[in-house]
T-cell receptor
């Protein structure tokens, strides 16, 4: 079974609109962390936001927020007021328990339309 | 500046010609790993290292070797590259997290490898 599922291969969003990128995960470990990375066309991996499984509040970083619904095992990324520079590939990833390895989803390609 | 460096950034080679992709980090991190990225598959871990002289297989280790003789360096070796190893490769490092740490993995800029 997939540990990280991103069901949206591609999305097109009008500039200035909010966008939600979906991510569901599967783990039996009570301690885990969820990450979102942005990969622009230049290829580098840019860390955006982190949510720990024991965190009581949803993580926020500037225009990025993570809608963490633990019971549903979802960790959706919300980008408010999208900008043209947000066009990129976005990856959701999970780190479980005592392991340092990140398990990645297949990514969502976001395109912001002017 | 804290960073992970990889070389080369781009490489085109032929089947069977041994190659090494270097990776170096300046953050004194214990943990280093290699990932490959392929369309529709996301990033998959190839090998990882918990510290000097301690390495182990990730999810897709076939056809690759690694070594960790120094803490800062973690080269990826392809002894006999094949076309199915054409991919984008990332090196990453992080220090071991504590229960209060959100320590993320720092990624190198990537190496785009083409094997003809």
């Amino acid at each position: 079974a997939q540990k990280i599922t991103q069901t949206q291969p591609g999305m097109f969003v009008q500039e200035k609109e909010a966008v939600t990128l979906d991510c569901t995960y599967d783990t039996s470990d009570p301690s885990y962390g969820l990450f979102w990375y942005k990969q622009p066309s230049s290829g580098e991996m840019i860390f955006l936001i982190y949510q720990g499984s024991y965190d009581q509040q949803n993580a926020t970083e500037g225009r990025y927020s993570l809608n963490f619904q633990k019971a549903r095992k979802s960790a959706n990324l919300v980008i408010s007021a999208s900008q043209l520079g947000d066009s990129a590939m976005y990856f959701c990833a999970m780190r479980e328990g005592g392991r340092e390895k990140l398990t990645f989803g297949t990514g969502t390609r976001l395109t912001i339309i002017p | 500046e804290a960073q992970v460096t990889q070389n080369p950034r781009y490489l085109i080679t032929v089947t069977g010609k041994k190659l090494t992709v270097t990776c170096s980090q300046n953050m004194n991190h214990e943990y280093m790993s290699w990932y490959r990225q392929d369309p529709g598959l996301g990033l998959r871990q190839i090998y990882y290292s918990m510290n000097v002289e301690v390495t182990d297989k990730g999810d897709v280790p076939e056809g690759y070797k690694v070594s960790r003789k120094e803490k800062r360096n973690f080269p990826l070796i392809l002894e006999s590259p094949s076309p199915n190893q054409t991919s984008l490769y990332f090196c990453a490092s992080n220090s071991f997290r504590t229960t209060t740490s959100t320590d993320t993995q720092y990624f190198g800029p990537g190496t785009r490898l083409t094997v003809l």
